[in-house]
């Protein structure tokens, strides 16, 4: 009896237990969450040492043909964490020089540690989610939302680059409710406004779209992404002539500067190797920075001498700055590196029109073209040497022969209407001058040629 008594004192006990958490515990709710999941972090908001980074080795060099000099910084960043395995400097470090050369799966590595050490170290959140975004995506969003709340407002990349990737992965209920948190705290932030922009134009808000986005024009004049949004909005409310207006000025302006933003700029500043001086001289050469391509693409020829690609590069900058014999020595470099190169014949080629040796162009380009057959733009600069040598029937030749490769290459059309002109065939010019104004309906020489050939059409015969 006695037994009995205590099992049903332990069952009453056990019910009040059970029905007091059914009372006091929160209900769980089933609508979506506001807020991304926190970070996994261990419980310090001091930012001192975790204790376990002391048993984790750093990651191994890449063996995978890794450039000399990447191996090198990694190696040199790694022999700091050796030293000193308690460092999230030390750790951060590392991970800069993996994330900056894509190697995301060591970059997570050394940014967990360094997040690990260094809790409350912004960067090393935002570097962190940068590694993660492509292969844990809610991982990199939490990451990406702690950075955010860790730098309040300063720098302000952070919180921008968590609303556009909340955007970009259609999380736009979440992107709405950090942008207006955004924009009450700064309202003129351009890059802010055009995340408003999208956000309106996701929406199926064409209008409300448009005036964001003018809004962020006027405190980011220079942005291209913000017009090609605006011209699809004007076409989706049928004013077509205002798209291609739109659209025209964001031809004009071409690749834009990126965003400001502190921390990827540090991560960028430990960049190395051919692939990273290579790219820097093109993007040089796109922002017409041509005195900095030359430097870019003078330090790879330096650092990797039998690179066809960096010659080609420095030749491409001394053209632009019309440095013909420096642009030729260049281009003379990469065929004795690659003599059956296509490529470095075309721009050599380019050279000896510049310099109106049409002869030595021509036969570059009658090389490239056997090497190549489908090399559409050797046929076009063919073409202008022919034509250089008052060769029309030639030149006239070399682009109907680049057109049966590439109907659609406005050029070829333009300048093969050209010389049918030249030819005195007015009427196949007219032809080809309508069909290069199917490819570029916005040419204005392409419409003044077509009106010169109507009027000399409709004049009567003497």
Not at 295 to 301: L, Q, V
Request: with cysteine; charged share 25%; hydrophobic share 45%.
């Amino acid at each position: 009896m006695k037994n009995s008594a205590t099992i049903f004192v332990a069952l009453s006990l056990l019910a009040i237990i059970v029905i007091s958490l059914a009372i006091f515990w929160p209900e769980s709710s089933s609508k979506p969450s506001d807020q991304l999941p926190a970070p996994n972090l261990p419980d310090d908001s001091k930012g001192n040492s975790f204790h376990s980074t002391a048993t984790i080795n750093p990651p191994e060099t890449p063996s995978n043909n890794l450039d000399f000099a990447i191996a090198q910084a990694f190696d040199s960043a790694r022999a700091k964490i050796i030293r000193n395995r308690q460092s999230h400097e030390a750790w951060g470090e590392l991970g800069m020089v993996s994330l900056a050369h894509e190697l995301y799966e060591e970059a997570s590595l050394c940014f967990d540690q360094a997040v690990r050490l260094k809790p409350n170290m912004a960067i090393w959140h935002y570097c962190l989610a940068m590694a993660l975004m492509d292969r844990n995506q809610t991982r990199a969003l939490g990451h990406l939302e702690k950075s955010a709340n860790l730098t309040n407002g300063s720098p302000t990349a952070p919180h921008l680059v968590l609303i556009e990737k909340l955007i970009e992965f259609d999380k736009l209920d979440l992107a709405q409710t950090h942008l207006n948190k955004f924009l009450q705290k700064q309202a003129k932030d351009g890059r802010a406004l055009l995340a408003k922009g999208r956000l309106l134009y996701l929406r199926g808000d064409d209008r409300a779209a448009i005036t964001a986005l003018e809004q962020s024009l006027l405190h980011a004049p220079g942005r291209r992404h913000a017009r090609l949004i605006m011209a699809r909005a004007y076409l989706r409310l049928g004013n077509e002539a205002m798209s291609q207006k739109v659209q025209a000025s964001a031809d004009r302006i071409g690749l834009s500067h990126p965003w400001p933003d502190p921390f990827r700029e540090r991560v960028l500043s430990h960049r190395t190797g051919l692939k990273h001086l290579l790219s820097s001289a093109d993007l040089a050469l796109n922002l017409r920075h041509t005195g900095k391509a030359i430097k870019f693409a003078k330090k790879a020829t330096r650092g990797y001498p039998k690179s066809q690609d960096a010659w080609i590069k420095l030749g491409r900058a001394h053209l632009r700055l019309r440095n013909l014999r420096d642009a030729a020595t260049a281009f003379d470099k990469a065929m004795a590196i690659s003599p059956e190169s296509p490529d470095a014949m075309f721009r050599k080629g380019i050279v000896h029109i510049h310099a109106r040796e049409f002869k030595k162009g021509e036969q570059l380009y009658r090389k490239a073209i056997a090497l190549k057959p489908d090399f559409t733009m050797a046929y076009l600069n063919l073409g202008l040497c022919m034509a250089g040598q008052n060769d029309i029937p030639g030149a006239i030749k070399a682009l109907q022969d680049g057109i049966l490769i590439d109907p659609d290459l406005f050029a070829l059309r333009f300048r093969l209407a050209d010389y049918l002109l030249r030819a005195k065939l007015p009427n196949k010019a007219l032809v080809q001058f309508k069909e290069a104004l199917k490819l570029n309906p916005q040419s204005q020489p392409t419409k003044d040629r077509i009106a010169q050939i109507k009027r000399m059409l409709a004049k009567p015969i003497p």
